[in-house]
Every structure is written in C-alpha cells, then in structure tokens.
C-alpha cells in the first residue's frame, strides 16, 4: 500500500502563486505516473494534470493551461512531485489532490492507483 503525502495548500490572493507537493512514503515516485487532481465543494472531482515517470511528458486541464505546472524530482532525497500554481483565480478554490498511477496514462481518476488525502487551497478575490 503506498500512502501519498501532500503539502503546501494555503490561501492566497488571486493573481499570487502557490506550490504544492506530493510525496509517496516507503516507495520510489519513479514508479508511478503522477497526477493532480481537485475538487470544489459541490462539484466532481476533475483532473487538473499529469506527468510522466521520467518527467518529460505532461498534460494539464484546459482551465489551468499556461499558469499550473507539474514536475517531479525522482532523486532519492527528493523523491517529490510538485504542482506550481501561478495567476490563480477564485475558481482554483478547491481540495487538491495527488495521485499515482502503476501503469496506465490518463486523465480520468481511475486509472489512478493510490490517493492522497487532499489539501485545501483556497484564492480570495
């Protein structure tokens, strides 16, 4: 079982940047293809974007194309994927979340193995 662990949610003021992390415990991150995800109160979770194991193919969700970027740091020490969030709006305003996929490349949330518990970032206007 492979737990997912978040940080770096918060609150901030629209157009402000934030960065989020997501780190797996106990097993190597090159294993898994990453993902974010998010969900606002009242609404589906959706798929904000995706990264491949070595880092060098990503997707992102129209929505925050141009102002979100996923990336990860396989070596051992860091072992992280990040989400940089910059130009945010109110409608960013929603739980975050990692996910790892063992094998299939996708946007939609099951083809994604294991979660983490979500972390809150909310933009004020």
């Known amino acids: 079982q492979v737990q997912l662990v978040e940080s770096g949610g918060g609150l901030v003021q629209a157009g402000g940047s934030l960065r989020v992390s997501c780190a797996p415990s106990?097993?190597?991150?090159?294993?898994?293809?990453m993902g974010w995800f998010r969900q606002a109160p009242g609404k589906e979770r959706e798929f904000v974007a995706v990264?491949?194991?070595?880092?060098?193919?990503?997707?992102?969700a129209d929505s925050v194309k141009g102002r979100f970027t996923i990336s990860r740091d396989n070596a051992e020490t860091k072992n992280t994927v990040y989400l940089q969030m910059n130009s945010l709006k109110p409608d960013d305003t929603a739980v975050y979340y990692c996910a790892a996929s063992s094998g299939i490349w996708g946007r939609r949330p099951y083809k994604f193995d294991y979660w983490g518990q979500g972390t809150q970032v909310t933009v004020s206007s």
């Open positions: 990264v491949s194991r070595g880092g060098s193919n990503t997707e992102y």
């Open positions: 106990g097993r190597a991150l090159i294993t898994y293809i």
